[in-house]
């Protein structure tokens, strides 16, 4: 009896692990509109959401959903509290020291907004203005090194929108953003008519690194090379190309 119990004790306990296995968490942040946002009955969707499900299918894993505050998300990974991070995570040499990434997904450049009107010849042109910056992201690295190193008064915010609404409410004078991301989440909206991207793209390597990845902890090589090897396939199956041309008008993959 007892040797009975044992074996549907230890046949519960691989079929739990089995289960376990078949998740995939994955992190997201769903304030960055249109990769990651909720819909009115705050279900989870976007690029970024849309590109996971379609790679946990390629890797035969169900997709699990945990929502994270941008800048804890690598501490979130490293704590075990989700297996990757699919968020328009940039691939960058500090976020490397820390984590490791797949190949790229897709690779858009950030811009500077501000209002129309604004005179913007470079970073030293906007001295005093006031810029909002998701805190954590590649965005603030750059406003950092390039913008309020000659003046100009740079913000941190918890969430992309919240940048947002304090532009609207008159609290800041404008952001940089991935210029994807500030075209559909507000440029495109009523609250951004007053409000034009500036000066060129931004693809500077060392602070926007060569595009966006997803992020996972270090010495997970086989759990790389299978969404290396997905993300090629969506690419090469016509799967992609749905999903690009649901949310964009042009090839988000970029160069």
């Given at each position: ?32 509109e ?33 929502e ?22 940039s ?15 897709y ?57 947002y ?49 997803i ?41």
């Amino acid at each position: 009896m007892k040797k009975l119990l044992l074996a549907v004790a230890l046949g519960s306990v691989c079929a739990v692990s089995f289960a376990q296995g078949k998740d995939l968490k994955v992190a997201i942040d769903p304030t960055y509109e249109p990769f990651t946002f909720k819909t009115a009955d705050g279900k989870p969707t976007g690029f970024d959401v849309d590109i996971a499900s379609a790679l946990c299918e390629q890797i035969k894993r169900k997709c699990v959903f945990v929502e994270q505050v941008w800048d804890s998300m690598i501490p979130g990974l490293q704590a075990k509290k989700y297996d990757v991070i699919i968020s328009s995570m940039s691939i960058t040499a500090d976020r490397l020291k820390a984590i490791d990434f797949t190949d790229k997904y897709y690779n858009t450049p950030s811009r500077v907004v501000l209002k129309k009107g604004v005179s913007y010849t470079g970073p030293a042109s906007i001295k005093g203005k006031k810029i909002g910056v998701l805190k954590g992201s590649t965005q603030e690295k750059y406003a950092m090194g390039e913008l309020k190193t000659v003046g100009v008064d740079v913000v941190p915010y918890e969430a992309q929108d919240q940048v947002y609404l304090d532009i609207k409410a008159g609290r800041l004078d404008g952001t940089v953003a991935d210029f994807v991301e500030v075209t559909g989440g507000f440029l495109s909206k009523p609250e951004g008519k007053d409000y034009q991207l500036m000066g060129p793209e931004l693809y500077i390597e060392k602070y926007f690194g060569v595009g966006a990845g997803i992020g996972l902890r270090k010495n997970e090589a086989a759990l790389k090379g299978e969404l290396s090897a997905a993300i090629k396939t969506i690419r090469g199956n016509g799967v992609y190309k749905k999903i690009n041309d649901k949310y964009f008008k042009f090839d988000v993959y970029g160069k």
